[in-house]
């Protein structure tokens, strides 16, 4: 009787070990995350040939009350480098998410621009593995998109942006980019929301929404002197040159901010001029009372 007891025990104990560490093993409440494709608009916005940024297109679709949805166009490449703005109001939060990738491996692709084209009508793609990594370099905080191989087509992500209306980019890569504005808004106004810098074009979309494009956010670091120097050195002596890029900074406001600015002013421009009106009539009634009474008082002194 002992004996089956002690059996008994020790196959009781064994499961309830075994399930613990199987429960250690594989996690049931863990849900593997799902994208969503449809909540963005691949356009294939191919740059003009003359570009030296090739096919590359980086497009942002702004909103005043929700994250920026951002959709690349890459040729070639093997990952994405993106500088987010840090919220400092929800630390810890994720800063990208609803990774989407529809591309295609570079051995695939005889025409870039006509694969773009093909992927945002027909949508197919092929099993793509990614990686999501972040990095420091001088003290700047990058999000890495790692592929398992070189791709051309697009990659869009969902970015939260902790300044509302403002919105800032800092590139990583050579590339046109393009700024989609919401419906009913606009930039440029010095006084409510300027850009800088200056976009190269702009348009209306379909959509009735104003685009902004920038051909080049090159920095332009060269000089004079830098080129005369190198033009003496050995080309095995150059050292290759680092792309430098302009910060893209824009304020997006309605497009009836200005003119309810300048009902604004009108409105503040006339408080202040009657109150400078009351002003000066006042002070002109104290200073006829003054001379009034001064006069009365040299005529009193008289007799």
Known sequence: ??????????????????????????????????????????????????????????????????????????????????????DITNPGSDVLSNIVIEAKPEANNGNPAATVRQLSTSGAMDSINYTLSEESESGQTKQVISFNQSLTGFVAYTMEVPMGQDFMYVPSHLSTVRVVLPEGYTTGNQFIGKVEPEPDSRYVDGQDREVLVWNNLRQNTSSSLSSLAKGFLPSEDEEEEEIEFKTLYLKFYSEDAPRNLLIG???????????????????????????????????DKKR
């Open 1 to 86: 009787m002992r004996k089956q007891v002690v059996v008994l025990f020790l196959i009781l104990t064994s499961a309830i070990y075994l399930s613990g560490c199987i429960d250690d093993i594989i996690p049931v409440d863990e849900v593997a995350e799902t994208t969503n494709t449809s909540e963005y608009a691949l356009d294939p916005f191919i740059a003009n040939d003359s570009c030296e940024c090739g096919i590359n297109t980086t497009t942002f679709y702004l909103s005043p009350d929700s994250p920026v949805k951002a959709v690349y166009i890459l040729e070639n490449v093997d990952r994405l480098e993106v500088v987010p703005l840090e």
């Open 265 to 299: 002013t009108s409105i503040l421009g006339a408080g202040v001029l009657l109150v400078i009106g009351n002003y000066l009539r006042n002070r002109k009634k104290l200073n006829e009372t003054i001379r009034m009474a001064e006069e009365d008082w040299k005529k």
